[in-house]
């Protein structure tokens, strides 16, 4: 399949979920509102997830879809990843330079440059806010953290593939600790991740991957990344059988996190972590691919599983 | 109690909910996480909201937390209230430009500067995604439309307000139609509303509302939302006996949507168009601060009305 072909399958795939009501046209790439059967499906995996990962105990942490902008510009995301980033800009005039603002958008001018940055950024990975709030607990107890999280998140980058949102859903796990605990955590999942999207009846692979980095120096990162086996993905195919989407992913971050924030183990040493995440949009997705648009219709077992 | 008394009351009642880990402070005034117990309240009163409003059979829609900036735009929502939207703004330059970001950020420097607005913007109330797409669909069916909504919203209004947070949550109901039905909707949920809320055992009144317009000539449109009785709020204590917090409101916009929209009822008419707004994390505060941060030491019939 080539590159074309790709994209208009894309694009027919997204052009069928909205016929069918399952998404909501915005006028934007990218961003799209859901039926209450596609939410149904998000809440049952959702669901599904904490039956996997609910024996471990982990402490459960919900946060807003945006982060305080000083984490943010510590957590290096803007070296790797400048292009996805979003900042929330808000007017800070008087009542003069209101009539201004309105003037420039009723004369169709760009009304947005006067717009000042908040104290907030767009939450670009469900895990960001979790580093500095283990960080300033202090130093991990002895068996580390475990942390449950849910989080829409924000990437700047519009497409007609509907299973590249720009506003999306992400639940994870995320383990801080020593490596051997957190490398424990990652083929633990490896193992639970490729089972339980097994029995969602979705044909399924595991490969190693790599972030997308920002520029030439991003293209080392990548190919560090991929060498050392840092991050893998639970692919599925969804409008390419060539170019299967990733829906879980798997992400060994060594001590990366643990230097920034500086988090400590229990004997002194710099944490280290990892997370699974779950692309809650994009599971739905396949599974609305693999099953048909009618959830009544889905195969028994898939149903069993996710409604008991 | 004087404002200074006020500003302390809700400045001990935030450390409170800190200390009890009920809220996870993340560096921003009105940006924070939630524990799990927390969530768990949110979401047995969104269920509990289901079971008063679901026989009426609205469709459910969910969107992510940002809007169309067009459809944003036309809204005329930057008339009213400038000062609370929020624009989302992104890296759009080369390697070099990347660079020069860098350099800015180490050295302290503004960095956001070069930002460019995005074609999305924060979502300012819960149902301004909805306006548009019933009037993409056409003039409205003769029993016209009811919509379920939910969505976290964005305010710039930072607050040491617990209950005033840049990121919160609004389910709503939005009712479009003839002027009759709209209006029969709204009464009819100022008194479940007023029902609903009994139940939960806090103390509760209702009275007449504005928006914060902003600016000189917002005091008249204010005034003139007050004289006709187009917004109430249903109001309990949270930090303050005298200034009690709107926990649910209750908006009738007359033809505004309608008008802005083009959204025509069946007989050609201009559409109407009321809302009833449930403010989550505001619900779950006042019940927390009523009835203790203990859940299982709740009122005996508050937990049957919310856990069954």
Redesign the interface.
């Known amino acids: 399949m080539n590159m074309i072909d790709s994209v208009s399958a894309q694009e027919a795939y997204r052009d069928e979920l909205v016929a069918a009501g399952l998404l909501?046209p915005?006028?934007?790439d990218g961003?799209?509102?859901?039926?209450?059967m596609?939410?149904e499906v998000v809440e049952r995996f959702d669901a599904l997830v904490t039956v996997w990962g609910g024996a471990d105990g982990a402490?459960?942490?919900?946060?807003?879809?945006?982060?305080?902008?000083?984490?943010f510009?510590e957590s290096e995301y803007?070296?790797s990843f400048?292009?996805?980033?979003?900042?929330?800009?808000?007017?800070a005039?008087d009542?003069r330079a209101?009539r201004s603002?309105?003037r420039r958008?009723e004369e169709g001018q760009?009304?947005?440059e006067d717009?000042v940055?908040?104290?907030?950024v767009?939450t670009p990975a469900a895990c960001y806010?979790v580093y500095?709030?283990v960080a300033a607990r202090g130093p991990l107890p002895e068996e580390g953290r475990l942390i449950?999280v849910f989080s829409?998140c924000?990437r700047?980058e519009?497409s007609i593939d509907p299973a590249r949102?720009?506003?999306?859903r992400m639940r994870e796990y995320i383990r801080v600790g020593t490596p051997e605990q957190v490398m424990e955590f990652r083929e633990t999942w490896l193992r639970r991740g490729r089972e339980m999207m097994g029995s969602l009846g979705v044909p399924l692979d595991i490969d190693v991957a790599n972030d997308p980095f920002?520029?030439?120096a991003g293209t080392m990162l990548s190919n560090n990344q991929r060498d050392q086996k840092l991050k893998f993905e639970l692919l599925i195919p969804i409008t390419s059988e060539e170019k299967p989407t990733a829906c879980l992913s798997f992400n060994y971050h060594q001590d990366h996190f643990g230097h920034l924030w500086d988090i400590k183990t229990a004997d002194g040493g710099v944490a280290h972590t990892a997370c699974v995440g779950f692309g809650m949009e994009r599971v739905a997705l396949a599974l609305f691919r693999h099953h048909g648009f009618d959830v009544a219709r889905w195969p028994a077992p898939v149903r069993s599983v996710l409604w008991g």
């Open positions: 909501i915005t006028g934007v961003l799209y509102g859901r039926s209450g596609f939410e402490e459960v942490m919900r946060f807003p879809p945006a982060l305080n902008r000083k984490y510009e803007l070296k400048p292009h996805l980033a979003g900042t929330i800009h808000s007017f005039g009542e209101h603002l309105l958008l760009d009304w947005t717009q940055a908040t104290d907030v767009m806010p500095p709030t449950d829409y924000f700047h519009p949102m720009q506003l999306f920002f520029g030439r």
